[in-house]
């Protein structure tokens, strides 16, 4: 049975939150047995740059990699806008005389210039050190004996070999994500040493950590692999999406996660979360297994604006939980998205979770001095700042899955968080749907994903042979070798995958494999999945380019409570308070009560 409460923000100390939301789940520590913990501390150094002071060894020649990135604008039609500066300046790059080539050594890294370099790096004052040096998925041997010079040379400062992050081709993504590491792993490590400590003191377990990839990982492993929880927090809620979408007796979704800063679209597909081989978060490439999540910065928080062309605007920049909305009366003075859901009589201010007092009055005060400036009424001011919020996230929902080859009309749409219900009724009408899932407990569904999700760990492998030279006992050997690398205690089920594309190409497909294959088996599945992704294939040879594990235990039972009393349906227009989240039932809508305790929202 699932029990749930939820309480404020600290965005000073998420450690505080953390035990305030134990407190109020009123469980005496020694009854409890595990602790699982999502976080944005990962997403939020890298949105605001706050990580560690890092400097980067790579291999001379190829020491711009950061500020070259792939050579591609970052907008195509705004010859004004550029890319988010790299994590390490150019100046704290320090160029290594070595070069190993695929066929082998072209220049032997000596004992002297490892010296150098180590001299080098100390004198730049490092927190962290990242060793990235070319192709090294292949012989990292450089990078272990420059880590090690390093060590020696400055004893305590972390030293991140890209190698051992991500031992795959592409030298800019290797790289990025090794930085990443670097970048975050101080910061990472301090606070969830903190939260265990303080945890620790009140009598609770350690707390097992969400990963990016949808599963959990304990906090003393998680300090040692910061990138890998860079969506930490919205990993939690697709992998719940899931839970509650097989309860329904449903398959495929997408899933609409809106919080105060941001919204973050997912999808399920025959009842699992999609977990991608990486992607860039916060402008930064991070080439690690993640649940497929895209942000945008449109929530609850968003602060509505007036630029400079007399348009208004909402967000980027968001209120947050400190100082919130105006309703919040924690110190907002900007006009937020909450504050015109107010506005409009969307939310009742005598039954918001959370703890939150709201002044209606202020939020109304705050939209219509907006709607003076603008010269229209209060009301199409907030139902204008609501509408430009719904664009963003349908863009966002159209994104995971118009351009993956979805189409959204054959999905229903998972809308939780504090104001996915508010919004849900809107997107599916951008998008064409027709089903709605508001799930039980939607306000925290993103906490009973962490509560569910099992233990993973991940191994990866370079490949890079073509799949006709690869037989079915090279391909089994490397498999179980994977496997044996990843497996651990609670490790119940193994999903292998290959990375695979046409010779030539400059991306790959994720290919589903298992020992008993060859590569011949596995271009065949390839063949299939690029008809499908791209809608054509080639008369080319297929490449093999790396193998992939994740070894995972068994997800937590959970039951969800029958709805008991709640009425049976409802039509739109209506409004229902819920104990966690409000739902808005737009016109032309209908939903039902479910046995499973959320509602079913349908075209009437």
């Given at each position: 049975a699932v029990e749930a409460r939820k309480v404020l923000s600290t965005p000073t100390d998420q450690s505080e939150g953390v035990a305030a939301s134990l407190a109020a789940l009123g469980a005496k520590p020694s009854d409890v047995r595990r602790v699982a913990h999502g976080t944005t501390v990962v997403t939020n150094l890298l949105l605001e740059r706050r990580g560690a002071r890092a400097v980067l060894c790579a291999t001379d020649g190829a020491a711009d990699l950061l500020e070259l990135r792939r050579q591609e604008r970052a907008a195509l039609?705004?010859?004004?806008?550029d890319h988010p500066a790299p994590l390490v300046p150019a100046d704290r790059v320090v160029a290594v005389r070595e070069r190993i080539t695929p066929a082998g050594v072209a220049l032997a890294l000596t004992p002297a210039e490892a010296a150098r370099v180590a001299d080098a790096v100390a004198a730049l004052d490092p927190e962290t050190v990242v060793v990235s040096l070319l192709h090294s998925y292949e012989n990292a041997a450089h990078e272990r004996m420059l880590a090690s010079a390093i060590e020696a040379r400055v004893p305590g400062v972390a030293v991140v070999q890209s190698a051992e992050v991500l031992p795959e081709i592409r030298e800019y993504e290797r790289t990025t994500t090794a930085v990443a590491e670097g970048y975050?792993?101080?910061?990472?490590?301090?606070?969830?040493?903190?939260?265990?400590e303080r945890l620790a003191s009140d009598g609770y377990p350690a707390p097992d950590v969400?990963?990016?990839?949808?599963?959990m990982r304990t906090a003393a492993e998680a300090s040692g692999a910061a990138a890998s929880l860079a969506l930490s927090g919205p990993a939690g809620g697709v992998v719940g999406s899931?839970?509650?979408l097989r309860a329904a007796g449903l398959s495929d979704a997408l899933t609409i996660d809106i919080g105060g800063t941001s919204a973050d679209a997912g999808l399920v597909l025959a009842g699992e979360p999609l977990v991608e081989p990486g992607g860039s978060v916060a402008g930064v490439p991070i080439a690690l297994p993640r649940v497929l999540v895209e942000t945008v910065s449109a929530g609850g928080g968003s602060i509505a604006w007036i630029d400079d062309g007399g348009a208004l605007r909402v967000g980027p920049r968001s209120a947050g939980a400190v100082p919130g909305p105006v309703a919040f009366a924690r110190g907002g003075t900007l006009p937020t998205v909450t504050d015109a859901h107010i506005a409009l009589g969307r939310l009742d201010a005598a039954r918001l979770s959370g703890g939150v007092t709201l002044d209606a009055p202020a939020a109304k005060?705050?939209?219509?001095e907006l709607a003076r400036k603008l010269g229209a009424t209060p009301q199409r001011t907030a139902e204008a700042i609501i509408a430009i919020a719904d664009a963003a996230m349908a863009r966002a929902l159209r994104r995971v899955s118009v351009e993956r080859g979805i189409d959204p009309r054959s999905c229903a749409l998972v809308a939780f968080g504090g104001g996915g219900p508010l919004h849900a009724c809107a997107l599916a009408d951008l998008l064409g749907m027709r089903a709605i899932l508001v799930p039980p407990h939607a306000g925290v569904l993103s906490a009973l994903g962490l509560a569910i999700a099992p233990e993973r760990r991940d191994a990866a492998a370079s490949v890079m042979r073509g799949a006709d030279t690869i037989d079915q006992g090279w391909f089994g050997a490397r498999l179980d070798a994977l496997a044996a690398r990843a497996r651990n205690a609670s490790a119940q089920r193994l999903a292998w995958h290959a990375r695979v594309r046409y010779a030539g190409q400059g991306h790959e497909l994720d290919v589903a494999c298992a020992p008993g294959d060859d590569g011949n088996a596995v271009a065949a599945r390839f063949s299939v999945a690029?008809?499908?992704?791209?809608?054509f294939t080639l008369e080319r040879p297929v490449e093999i380019v790396a193998l992939r594990v994740a070894a995972t235990g068994d997800p937590v039972d959970v039951s969800f409570k029958s709805s008991g009393g709640r009425a049976k349906s409802v039509a739109g227009p209506h409004v229902e308070t819920l104990a966690d989240a409000t739902m808005v039932v737009a016109p032309g809508w209908t939903a039902r009560g479910l046995d499973i305790g959320?509602?079913?929202v349908e075209r009437a």
């Open positions: 039609y705004d010859l004004s806008a975050a792993r101080p910061r990472v490590s301090l606070y969830l040493r903190h939260l265990s969400m990963t990016s990839g949808g599963g899931a839970a509650v005060r705050a939209i219509a690029h008809a499908a992704r791209y809608g959320g509602w079913m």
